[in-house]
């Protein structure tokens, strides 16, 4: 009898997990075709009357049809579609971005297709500033439904230590709609204890934070069997492990972890598309990085560039430019500190190409030349890689490819993100290094290009290991 009742219970959790999935997916789906009615309309009132060759017919719904598919591409790699995980102002600003890429594509398309002329813009950007007000709307409305359809898990935290907790907490902190902390459990606890207070909070959930692998096991069986949501925050090893490939030997499974090893197709594209972006981008940016130099050089007479020593793939040191947006010696005797927030060794010419990302574009040089790439872990400074490699010895791993302009830990982190998690985030990278993941990077890398959080500096003069580097505003 009980055990009918289990296949029962966990039969109504499913379904009632895939309704809420679903009902997600139609709030999403909803989203897109509002967008694409609007696209439509705007389409057959202007742009279908200006065509080089008629579509007669079905050609009309293919560039109908090649908007919703670019807005669905682009709002889910920009994470406009992120309920779960985002604030209403996350959502506008993610669903902005996506349409304004999509547009832009569009526009490009109509350039393509219209007689003998340059399109009209006008059309698209009412049909841009309609969609973005659909957007804000439904960002506001879907993220209240979304608590209603999914309101807070009952989450009980687990951690091994204080540093450990802290992680968790935060994470259900600014995520308080979608966690309902009912309580908290150290490791050193046995774990039928961890399983008995699970039962008595009733919780729906737990976040394991820095839990020793037997016993995080353990208490991820039970959470498995008994239906209880386990989030966990990874250590090296699992980060490792999770990128392993797979395959049997004997019929028995195997998984095999071994230095990043890209293919020759793989790094020969990749050089390829540096050479080309960052040539290109050199020439378009070449007024911007003129007035730059003007205005340093104007504000106090001293260098223009900034050039210092970096490591980057097999340890490789190599110097790497950037337009100085600090006083003169800076960090003068070797012991410059974290960049705070309104520091004020940041002149004014600075902050501002530091907020417009300005004083990164000498970068594309060493991209050109072959010091960079465009994807790929951030190079850090010779002083820093030492002091990180006494705390962290699994520092070095960031060294199995050629240091970047962005990466994960960019797109996903902060400045004053700890370096360990930014560790963690750079050998996802490493792990899922392709053609199409760096491609993804590049565009996403444009989201936080006007995000200003992106590129705050620490509020406390050391990070989680007390280190004492000048950071770029990238890192």
């Given at each position: 009898?009980?055990?009918?009742?289990?296949?029962?219970?966990?039969?109504?959790?499913?379904n009632?997990?895939?309704?809420?999935?679903?009902?997600?997916?139609?709030?999403?789906?909803?989203?897109?075709?509002?967008?694409?009615?609007?696209?439509?309309?705007?389409?057959?009132?202007?742009?279908?009357?200006?065509?080089?060759?008629?579509?007669?017919?079905?050609?009309?719904?293919?560039?109908?049809?090649?908007?919703?598919?670019?807005?669905?591409?682009?709002?889910?790699l920009?994470?406009?579609?992120?309920?779960?995980?985002?604030?209403?102002?996350?959502?506008?600003?993610?669903?902005?971005?996506?349409?304004?890429?999509?547009?832009?594509?569009?526009?490009?398309?109509?350039?393509?297709?219209?007689?003998?002329?340059?399109?009209?813009?006008?059309?698209?950007?009412l049909?841009?500033?309609?969609?973005?007000?659909?957007?804000?709307?439904?960002?506001?409305?879907?993220?209240?439904?979304?608590?209603?359809i999914?309101p807070?898990?009952?989450?009980?935290?687990?951690?091994?230590?204080?540093?450990?907790?802290?992680?968790?907490?935060?994470?259900?902190?600014?995520?308080?709609?979608r966690?309902?902390?009912?309580?908290?459990?150290?490791?050193?606890?046995?774990?039928?204890?961890?399983?008995?207070?699970?039962?008595?909070?009733?919780?729906?959930?737990?976040?394991?934070?820095?839990?020793?692998?037997?016993?995080?096991?353990?208490?991820?069986?039970?959470?498995?069997?008994?239906?209880?949501?386990?989030?966990?925050?990874?250590?090296?090893?699992?980060?490792?492990?999770?990128?392993?490939?797979?395959?049997?030997?004997?019929?028995?499974?195997?998984?095999?972890?071994?230095?990043?090893?890209?293919?020759?197709?793989?790094?020969?594209?990749?050089?390829?598309?540096?050479?080309?972006?960052?040539?290109?981008?050199?020439?378009?940016?070449?007024?911007?990085?003129?007035?730059?130099?003007?205005?340093?050089?104007?504000?106090?007479?001293?260098?223009?560039?900034?050039?210092?020593?970096?490591?980057?793939?097999?340890?490789?040191?190599?110097?790497?430019?950037?337009?100085?947006?600090?006083?003169?010696?800076?960090?003068?005797?070797?012991?410059?500190?974290v960049?705070?927030?309104n520091?004020?060794?940041?002149t004014?010419?600075?902050?501002?190409?530091?907020?417009?990302?300005?004083?990164?574009?000498?970068?594309?040089?060493?991209?050109?030349?072959?010091?960079?790439?465009?994807?790929?872990?951030?190079?850090?400074?010779?002083?820093?890689?030492?002091?990180?490699?006494?705390?962290?010895?699994?520092?070095?791993?960031?060294?199995?490819?050629?240091?970047?302009?962005?990466?994960?830990?960019?797109?996903?982190?902060?400045?004053?993100?700890?370096?360990?998690?930014?560790?963690?985030?750079?050998?996802?990278?490493?792990?899922?290094?392709?053609?199409?993941?760096?491609?993804?990077?590049?565009?996403?890398?444009?989201?936080?290009?006007?995000?200003?959080?992106?590129?705050?500096g620490?509020?406390?003069?050391?990070?989680?290991?007390?280190?004492?580097e000048?950071?770029?505003?990238?890192?």
């Amino acid at each position: 009898m009980r055990n009918s009742a289990d296949r029962i219970y966990r039969s109504t959790v499913v379904n009632k997990s895939q309704r809420q999935n679903a009902d997600l997916i139609l709030l999403d789906i909803l989203l897109l075709a509002a967008n694409t009615a609007a696209f439509a309309v705007c389409w057959f009132s202007y742009y279908e009357k200006h065509l080089y060759l008629s579509f007669e017919g079905y050609g009309d719904y293919m560039v109908i049809g090649l908007f919703f598919a670019l807005n669905a591409v682009f709002a889910h790699l920009y994470g406009a579609f992120e309920l779960m995980t985002s604030r209403i102002t996350e959502l506008i600003y993610s669903n902005v971005i996506a349409l304004l890429m999509t547009h832009f594509f569009m526009y490009m398309v109509t350039w393509m297709l219209v007689r003998n002329e340059v399109p009209n813009v006008i059309p698209l950007l009412l049909c841009l500033a309609a969609c973005g007000g659909l957007s804000a709307l439904w960002s506001y409305i879907a993220y209240q439904l979304t608590d209603k359809i999914i309101p807070p898990k009952r989450t009980l935290i687990v951690y091994d230590n204080g540093e450990a907790y802290k992680s968790g907490a935060k994470i259900t902190r600014k995520y308080d709609n979608r966690f309902k902390v009912v309580g908290e459990a150290i490791a050193t606890r046995p774990t039928p204890d961890i399983y008995h207070e699970i039962e008595e909070k009733n919780a729906e959930a737990v976040m394991l934070c820095g839990l020793a692998s037997s016993q995080r096991n353990d208490i991820l069986k039970y959470c498995i069997d008994h239906d209880v949501m386990a989030y966990v925050r990874p250590n090296i090893g699992d980060l490792i492990i999770s990128e392993a490939r797979s395959f049997r030997m004997d019929n028995l499974p195997v998984l095999l972890c071994q230095r990043a090893a890209p293919s020759l197709f793989y790094l020969t594209l990749k050089r390829t598309m540096d050479i080309l972006l960052s040539g290109v981008a050199l020439i378009i940016a070449s007024p911007f990085m003129l007035v730059t130099a003007i205005a340093i050089k104007a504000y106090d007479g001293g260098p223009v560039m900034f050039k210092q020593k970096r490591m980057t793939l097999d340890r490789k040191v190599f110097e790497i430019h950037k337009f100085r947006s600090m006083k003169v010696d800076a960090d003068k005797g070797g012991k410059g500190i974290v960049t705070m927030q309104n520091d004020d060794r940041i002149t004014p010419v600075g902050k501002v190409i530091r907020a417009c990302r300005l004083d990164e574009l000498p970068q594309l040089y060493d991209i050109f030349i072959g010091n960079m790439t465009i994807v790929g872990p951030r190079p850090e400074r010779l002083e820093t890689i030492e002091l990180y490699e006494k705390e962290m010895p699994e520092f070095g791993m960031r060294l199995q490819v050629k240091a970047g302009l962005t990466g994960y830990a960019q797109v996903y982190g902060k400045a004053n993100t700890s370096p360990y998690d930014k560790l963690q985030m750079d050998l996802m990278y490493i792990g899922e290094q392709s053609v199409i993941t760096d491609l993804k990077i590049i565009f996403a890398t444009i989201k936080i290009l006007f995000m200003p959080e992106s590129t705050e500096g620490f509020a406390e003069e050391k990070d989680a290991l007390g280190t004492d580097e000048v950071t770029d505003s990238m890192q």
